[in-house]
């Protein structure tokens, strides 16, 4: 299915920019030469592994670390030597999100609003409408997913331009998920950009135009969701009307591999263009043809398989 297209096109200032980002702990590795542009509208995920550097990338990007060397910027306002400007054009979730414990989650937002200059309270209304959202709980008495909630609403309701996210569906329930993911189209629609970090393939995958790939601290790739599940393998499986098929033309294809034959089935992976695959396949007599298309999270273990 294709996806959703963006509200606006592409603009001359990035939504968010780094150049050469790095953060080091004295010896320790943060994050090194990091840079990337996200454009205006888009849905961009951050993948990894546990300790690559996603976090550590968010914060610094937010000017909650300072970097060691290198630029942030969020709509074209450096977010060391114009903090105040970049901040105030975006929402933002911590992977770890937590305010004084006696506070409600309705006077967390009354005071954000208040310190953002907010008068129009609705979309705040609207969204913990939608996430079921106990406004009036003290927030050290909710759990894990209702005090996300409160944290994605408090990350959206000034409706900024630019959200970035870390971990955003983190201890949400599968149909809070749901309503995040609808959300998140509506933003897009509305020309907002949205960076986020996740464990969840398939959630990106869902979401997302474009992922980067951060591992051991680098940026080791950027792509479009759909070009990473286009380099994994694809599983073939073909019925043939008679005989075990063309088992030496196809072994002649590159990307094709691991043939077997089950009687009139055959069964393989391709990678690639699958083009050449349905040349060979169309001058026998096939009754069935089934090609899975790799999930996000095949191709990603993919990708670090080739990269060890």
Known sequence: MPRPQRADARAATAAIETRGLTKRYGRARGIDDVTLIVEPGEVFGFLGP?????????????????????????????????????????????????????????????????????????????????????????????????????????????????????????????????????????????????????HNLDEVERMCDRVGILRDGRLVAVESVDTLTGRALRRVVVTFAAGSGPTHELAGIAGVADLRTHGRRLVFTTAGDIDPVLRVLAGHHVLDLEVTRPSLEDSFAAYFGESR
């Not at 911590?94 to 309270?121: K, M, Q, S, Y």
């Not at 939608?130 to 409706?159: C, D, M, T, V």
């Open 50 to 198: 546990n300790g690559a550097g996603k976090t550590t990338t968010i914060r610094t990007l937010m000017g909650l670390l300072r970097p060691t060397a290198g630029t942030a910027l969020i709509l074209g306002a450096d977010t060391v030597r114009d903090g105040v400007r970049a901040r105030s054009q975006a929402g933002f979730l911590p992977g770890d999100f937590d305010f004084d414990p006696r506070v409600t989650g309705g006077e967390l937002l009354d005071l954000l609003a208040d310190l953002r200059g907010v008068t129009d309270r609705s979309f705040a209304a609207e969204l913990a409408r939608r996430f079921a959202a106990e406004l009036h709980r003290p927030l050290g008495a909710l759990s894990r997913g209702n005090r996300q909630k409160i944290g994605l609403i408090q990350a959206l309701a000034h409706r900024p331009p630019v959200v970035v996210m870390d971990e955003p569906t983190s201890g949400l329930d599968p149909l809070m998920q749901e309503e995040f993911e609808r959300l998140v189209d509506e933003l897009r629609a509305a020309g907002t950009t949205v960076f986020l970090s996740s």
